[in-house]
């Protein structure tokens, strides 16, 4: 079992940043592979980075390459997602979850644990 908690949401401008955190507890989380999902209103639950559980290996969706940095701090128990360059597209609720596999997964029936969620709005 893992639980899981996002922090590090909140209202930006254009062009700003934020740093999301997922604390995670339970024992599989060294070795789980963890990932970032989003989802706007009226649209569905799109994965937006992911990383495997030794910290490796990561994936991004295309929108997000060059602005958006995942990573994990194994000692912390906590999956960060840096946000950089934010633009309006980007507003939406944002969801940690983690995966019983050590393997990257890209869709979000691949996960098994879900946090709540943090809510991001980006101002034009």
């Known amino acids: 079992q893992v639980q899981l908690v996002e922090s590090g949401g909140g209202l930006v401008q254009a062009g700003g940043s934020l740093r999301l955190s997922c604390a995670a507890s339970?024992?599989?989380?060294?070795?789980?592979?963890m990932g970032w999902f989003r989802q706007a209103p009226g649209k569905e639950r799109e994965i937006v980075a992911a990383?495997?559980?030794?910290?490796?290996?990561?994936y991004y969706t295309d929108s997000v390459k060059g602005r958006f940095t995942v990573s994990r701090d194994k000692a912390k128990n906590t999956v960060y997602l840096q946000m950089n360059t934010l633009n309006p597209e980007d507003t939406a609720a944002y969801y940690c979850?983690?995966?019983?596999?050590?393997?990257?997964?890209?869709?979000?029936?691949?996960?098994?644990?879900w946090g709540q969620g943090t809510q991001v709005t980006v101002s034009s």
């Open positions: 339970g024992r599989t989380f060294r070795t789980s592979a």
């Open positions: 990383i495997n559980w030794s910290g490796r290996t990561t």
């Open positions: 979850a983690a995966r019983d596999n050590l393997d990257i997964g890209t869709g979000a029936s691949d996960y098994d644990y």
